[in-house]
């Protein structure tokens, strides 16, 4: 306990600094997804804008990157982050690869949620001359809305999940946290610290996500 | 000018497997829909009804054939341009396709917003909508907090929001209680009415048809196998599937078990007797009948009214001297029609 006392200002900064990394990686890879989810729905065969190519491309290659242990795909990644935000380690390089990481996923989740939209509805705004890029955007989506949030908020708890391995590739956070002044120190309270506040925040984001979801499917 | 003209259109789907052979949903229509009239086309579930109705807006392209809608041909226009059509052409639905998402205002506003108007001009048009269909006050409700006569009407409003001239009804009522569905096809009738808005009726229900469509079409495996006006089907349908479809909302002439039970239960000669525009004929029938003597009465059948005309077939039981009855039955049968049940 004393330990943790001491340790306490680095606590709090490892704590932002998952903050940080949730929340950056929501953003980038939340959009990233959307885009992803919305192409991969819209181009399904009987879809909006149906396209085998487009499909069978991005369905592959989604295929082939969401099995990969995201701690292998962190190391083989590197030399991409580094090319790309010129730096291969540390959180933005973190944020980097679990952004990838992420949209891949959630562009999964987004596309199951919008096939549950009722196709009468979708042929509704068809017969009232709306194209397909506007059905999706205000039809399509808005009808997945609640649906979509669970989703997220599903996603959200995975990405607090991935970014415990931040310390890998020499980012920070709860986890390296844990990891570093914890584990290799044989400070089980300082583990068990780390855990609490990241069981914490899970529960707020889930809390959050329900209460949103709630709102807007108004049941 | 017919405002939709169907010409031997034709709708097939590929074989669902290799072997198998292609699916003709609609084969070889030609259907003329005059501007103002309420075109039912009625036929069994499979019938090729809702896929017809879908060609007319292009929501499926046509295989072959010609379908003009207000003198333009749309069969092989692209997406773009069809786009431009399906704004003059409204459509409701069975399960009325309201976006949940969106409020009743929101709801009534979508197709303005797609056809670019400007937001205060929205705003005038929506009020001036659910003013029409009677739901001003739900304005800000959400749809699944309404009832589904209440659904369809926001579904009417929506599909009338840009003033189409024609209004496509896919099987509108056959999700509504009996009473809802007359309050749902009264509306259709003043939209019809006051708007002028031709409009077609895709259903399996003749009552529909019978309250509220002046041309009907009857459907059955992708053809329209009888059509013309309601009164001319109804009264006299040309064809055995037509007359089953008849036959549910008009109680005709006795089926032989219904025969056999009238023969049971009364004394005397079956005579069935059809009127068409009965009003007259009818007192004249029963007058000569009592003049001769003769004692009768009236076993099954009964008088319909279609657009204001009546028509019906009334079975008679009648008693008295053979020849009497001959005699009469010759001299009503230069009027109307008689048919002696053996």
Not at chain 1, 79 to 92: C, S, W
Not at chain 1, 140 to 145: G, K, N, Q, R, S
Not at chain 2, 165 to 181: G, K, W
Not at chain 2, 195 to 216: L, N, P, W, Y
């Amino acid at each position: 306990m004393d330990r943790l006392a001491e340790l306490g200002p680095d606590f709090w900064v490892a704590a932002a600094e998952t903050l940080y990394m949730v929340a950056l990686t929501l953003l980038i890879g939340g959009f990233a997804g959307l885009v992803l989810g919305v192409v991969l729905y819209a181009t399904r065969a009987g879809g909006l804008m149906p396209n085998r190519v487009v499909y069978n491309v991005l369905n592959v290659v989604i295929n082939f990157f969401r099995p990969i242990p995201f701690i292998i795909f962190l190391a083989a990644i590197q030399p991409l982050a580094r090319y790309v935000i010129g730096i291969g380690i540390g959180n933005d390089a973190l944020i980097f690869s679990l952004s990838i990481a992420a949209s891949f996923a959630i562009s999964r989740i987004v596309e199951q949620n919008l096939v549950t939209v009722s196709p009468g509805v979708i042929e509704a705004a068809r017969s009232m001359g709306a194209g397909p890029v506007r059905t999706l955007c205000t039809v399509v989506i808005p009808e997945a809305l609640g649906p979509l949030i669970l989703g997220y908020t599903f996603i959200v708890v995975a990405i607090v999940d991935m970014t415990a391995m931040a310390g890998f590739i020499g980012g920070g956070g709860l986890g390296n946290f844990a990891l570093v002044y914890g584990f290799r120190q044989y400070q089980p309270a300082i583990t068990w610290a780390a855990l609490l506040l990241i069981v914490v925040f899970v529960q707020v984001l889930q809390f959050l996500g329900n209460w949103l979801a709630r709102k807007v499917m108004r049941r | 000018m017919a405002l939709v003209a169907l010409k031997n259109v034709t709708k097939s789907y590929p074989a669902p497997d290799r072997k198998g052979a292609e699916i003709v949903a609609v084969d070889d229509v030609t259907l003329d829909v005059e501007p103002g009239d309420v075109y039912g086309i009625i036929g069994y579930s499979g019938a090729g009804k809702s896929t017809l109705l879908r060609l007319v807006n292009a929501l499926e392209p046509a295989t072959a054939g010609s379908i003009e809608f207000d003198g333009r041909e749309i069969v092989g226009l692209g997406e773009r341009e069809l786009r431009g059509i399906r704004l003059g052409i409204g459509m409701i639905f069975q399960q009325f396709n309201l976006f949940e998402a969106k409020t009743v205002r929101g709801n009534v506003a979508y197709p303005l917003k797609v056809a670019g108007w400007k937001r205060a001009e929205i705003d005038a048009r929506v009020t001036e909508l659910l003013d029409f269909v009677g739901l001003a006050d739900k304005a800000g409700a959400y749809p699944d907090q309404l009832s589904g006569g209440q659904k369809q009407r926001v579904g009417i409003a929506r599909a009338l929001a840009t003033s189409p001239r024609l209004l496509l009804a896919d099987e509108a009522t056959s999700a509504l209680d009996p009473d809802t569905t007359q309050e749902v096809l009264e509306l259709l009738k003043r939209v019809n009415r006051e708007f002028g808005v031709t409009i077609i009726v895709i259903t399996h229900e003749m009552d529909v048809i019978q309250s509220i469509a002046t041309k009907v079409a009857v459907m059955d495996g992708g053809r329209v196998i009888e059509n013309g006006d309601v009164f001319d089907v109804f009264s006299a349908p040309q064809n055995p599937a037509s007359g089953r479809f008849v036959a549910t909302v008009v109680k005709g002439v006795p089926s032989p078990a219904e025969l056999a039970v009238l023969r049971e239960r009364h004394e005397g000669r079956i005579v069935t007797i059809s009127f068409r525009d009965a009003d007259a004929s009818q007192a004249q029938v029963f007058l000569e009948l009592a003049a001769a003597g003769l004692d009768f009465e009236l076993v099954y059948g009964g008088i319909n009214d279609i657009q204001g005309r009546a028509f019906g077939h009334l079975t008679l039981a009648i008693r008295g001297a053979d020849a009497a009855i001959d005699a009469a039955l010759a001299s009503i049968g230069a009027r109307v029609e008689v048919t002696e049940a053996r």
